[in-house]
């Protein structure tokens, strides 16, 4: 708590760079409103995802979830920066592929939806046709954290803002969290609050609502975590958390909520906690079975997360004698309104024009 309260003393310290930051993306976003940056559009639906701040709102979820529902009528493709691959410029994932070449979270879309072509592109203005000259069938592309990239004009925007910090209340790096103007929320066609308690109540949602200030063209939808069943990583055999020892690696934007819901679900745990995206080395795979092999229980596991697992996986073979369990996680829509949102992203593919 006390380290808490120094970073965020010294977050306050740092105003003035925050200042200088807001003016830069305040002049950048003005001159793409005045179309001195153009930006392109494409003859096809492309939906983006993002959100105004650093941090874990749970784009990659969001991602995930669409590929899950729009795979079986679209032929759809995602794609993304890549975010710290060890690589440049436009990559389209196939077989070979691995996470230090096209990075944690598009590996992690590409090992879940073998069947839906993951591409990589840090330019992605440049990377939509790459994909559409190599996919020529694809007839929706997602784009992953693309918000603010504002050199493509996608016709479906859904930003996300966690409920713990929404973009109302929040403030410019390096004070606060916000990459972009907060005012960019205009541009979204979908809102949808992340991370919400289960139990939101409706009272708490208008409120939010009204806090946010929608306008005629937005809709907005409120979610929660939902974790699922613990599977092996390399059998995929499932497990449970229930009277467990828990060993708890991972190196994600907020692990905060993650490791709440361990605590209530497991006997014991101990977290090992990395910076997000964490290229996972040696030194760290020793401290991992080091930190194991003390754990004074019979009945443990090591549990990481699906985007951690990707950078993982190139110890795969160690993995194999190792109760190394992987903890799934999706949005899930509060106040049944999850076959809403999905309406409203079939009839503007539908109606696409």
């Known amino acids: ?96 592929t691995t996470a230090l070449e096209i990075g944690d979270e598009p590996m992690q879309f590409h090992l879940k939806f073998p069947g839906i072509p993951i591409a990589v592109g840090e330019k992605r203005v440049e990377a ?67 991370k919400c308690r289960p139990d939101l109540t409706i009272e708490e949602k208008n409120k939010i609502i009204e806090e946010i200030g929608l306008y005629p063209h937005q809709s907005v939808f409120f979610t929660a975590i939902q974790y699922g069943v613990p599977y092996h990583v390399i059998s995929r055999n499932t497990g449970e958390l229930k009277g467990k020892d828990v060993l708890l690696v ?32 040696i030194d760290d795979w020793d401290e991992i079975n080091k930190r194991f092999n003390k754990m004074d229980s019979k009945n443990k596991l090591v549990l990481s997360t699906e985007k951690d697992a990707v950078r993982l996986m190139k110890f795969k073979e160690e993995m194999v004698s190792l109760p190394f369990y992987i903890l799934p996680v999706q949005h899930n829509f509060l106040f049944r309104e999850g076959d809403i949102f999905d309406k409203r992203i079939t009839n503007f593919i539908d109606n696409f024009k």
């Open 250 to 281: 991972s190196g994600i934007a907020n692990p905060s909520p993650l490791k709440k819901f361990v605590e209530t679900q497991s006997a014991w745990y101990e977290a090992l906690i990395y910076p997000d995206h964490h290229i996972f080395t």
């Open 1 to 96: 708590m006390l380290s808490g309260f120094f970073l965020r003393s010294f977050r306050i310290l740092l105003l003035p760079f925050a200042l200088i930051y807001w003016l830069i993306i305040f002049i950048r976003n003005w001159m793409y409103d005045k179309k001195i940056i153009s930006s392109a559009s494409f003859g096809l639906p492309v939906i983006c995802v993002g959100n105004l701040s650093v941090g874990g709102t749970g784009k990659s979820p969001m991602t995930e979830y669409l590929l899950s529902h729009l795979q079986n009528r679209y032929r759809v493709a995602a794609l993304s920066r890549g975010y710290k691959r060890r690589t440049k410029g436009y990559a389209l994932a196939d077989e070979n």
């Open 128 to 194: 939509i046709p790459e994909i559409l000259h190599d996919r020529p069938d694809i007839q929706v592309i997602i784009l992953d954290d693309a918000f603010q990239h504002r050199a493509i004009k996608a016709g479906l925007n859904i930003l996300l803002t966690d409920y713990n910090n929404l973009f109302t209340r929040d403030f410019y790096l390096p004070t606060g969290d916000l990459r972009d103007l907060r005012s960019g929320y205009k541009r979204a066609d979908i809102i949808v609050v992340t």
